[in-house]
């Protein structure tokens, strides 16, 4: 067979004299061609690896700049779903708050009705008396009299209870979806931070090219209430509500029947406040600020949990452009949903976001009446 010798001999081998006395016939290889036969199978075998990934997987090349172009586009559309979100948030927030009140409302009726009953007989008797009038004639006079404010107070009750059931009702569906709508911020969020720091990697900003923070009036909104209550609940009433005692305990247990089943109207949660001694703590309230009373019974149980220090971090690394606004919407979620801060921070967050898209919108519509393009 002389097909195998001159196969070898193609790709660099050459024929010669080997063993004892050079009488048997062998080959051999100098150093650069082996490198070259070598070299030859390597990009060989990679080729058809190429031709493997390529039939199995969907492999494709983008110019760097094409990427950054499209991680920018998909971080204005997180920012913009969070922000989005945010307002839904703030949405069902106002629903379980009309809810409750529906419910107070509906019990305050139903309760001032027994109380104009009691106190118009007693009214009945003691006018009968002064006049003489026969006490079983009043009486009478007083049923008659009563049986048709009952039926006024059932007719407007029936038209008052089926608007007041629907808020009712609302409250219910918007506690269920405050907290889907918060988990999906979460997620939505968390997933937007994982490819930022895939893009740090890789060298690319995607908040570069914004030419508007869209959740800046939102985490401003949240930081200025931040301050607020550092102003008036910082130092002095954090550190005796970090020792506990019955002030601390009361509140807790208002708290706790403000977000149960049955909560109390906003008469009985001052009434309730009012009889705390909040002043011997450092708290005594009526500081200037505006906020709900339920808004300021959350926070100031939430005092000793509340993680002052690392919210002040955040504030300072975000202003100072060390952290995109998603990384702090993010942080600042993520302690909300471990009861680390007040709901009532991000529905202050909300409103002002909120002031600035009502702002903006007035703006167009004076543009767009005086003929200017927006």
């Known amino acids: 067979m002389t097909g195998a010798p001159d196969i070898l001999q193609t790709v660099g081998f050459e024929k010669t004299k080997v063993g004892s006395g050079d009488k048997e016939v062998g080959y051999k290889i100098n150093e650069g061609s082996l490198t070259s036969l070598v070299g030859s199978v390597l990009i060989c075998i990679g080729i058809m690896a190429l031709l493997t990934l390529s039939m199995v997987y969907d492999v494709h090349f983008e110019r760097k700049n094409v990427q950054r ?6 971080h204005h559309a997180a920012t913009k779903l969070a922000q989005v979100h945010m307002e839904l948030w703030n949405q069902y927030k106002d629903d379980i708050s009309e809810s409750r009140e529906a419910q107070v409302l509906l019990k305050t009726l139903d309760q001032s009705y027994k109380d104009f009953q009691a106190k118009y007989r007693v009214v009945t008797q003691s006018t009968a008396a002064e006049l003489n009038v026969n006490p079983d004639r009043a009486n009478k006079f007083a049923d008659k009299i009563l049986h048709m404010v009952s039926d006024l107070q059932e007719a407007n009750m029936k038209h008052a209870k089926r608007l007041l059931d629907h808020l009712v009702e609302a409250g219910k569906k918007g506690a269920t979806l405050e907290k889907h709508v918060e988990r999906e911020i979460l997620e939505e969020v968390e997933a937007e931070g994982q490819k930022m720091a895939e893009d740090a990697s890789a060298g690319i900003n995607a908040s570069a090219g914004e030419t508007k923070d869209l959740l800046r009036p939102f985490l401003e909104g949240l930081f200025d209430t931040f301050h607020d209550y550092e102003s008036e609940f910082g130092g002095k009433v954090r550190e005796n509500f970090k020792k506990g005692g019955p002030v601390y305990d009361h509140l807790k247990e208002l708290y706790a029947r403000i977000i149960g089943a049955d909560p109390p109207s906003e008469e009985d949660v001052i009434a309730e406040l009012d009889k705390i001694d909040l002043k011997s703590v450092g708290a005594p309230l009526g500081q200037g600020r505006v906020l709900p009373v339920d808004d300021i019974v ?35 979620e993520e302690w909300h949903k471990a009861g680390q801060i007040p709901s009532g921070w991000l529905e202050g967050g909300a409103r002002k976001d909120e002031k600035v898209e009502e702002a903006e919108e007035k703006d167009i519509e004076k543009k767009e009446a005086s003929g200017v393009k927006a």
């Open 298 to 332: 959350e926070e100031l149980v939430l005092i000793p949990k509340i993680p002052h220090k690392e919210i002040e971090d955040l504030e300072k690394a975000w202003r100072a452009g060390a952290k995109d606004s998603i990384a702090v919407f993010t942080q600042l």
């Open 69 to 74: 172009k499209i991680r920018s586009e998909e």
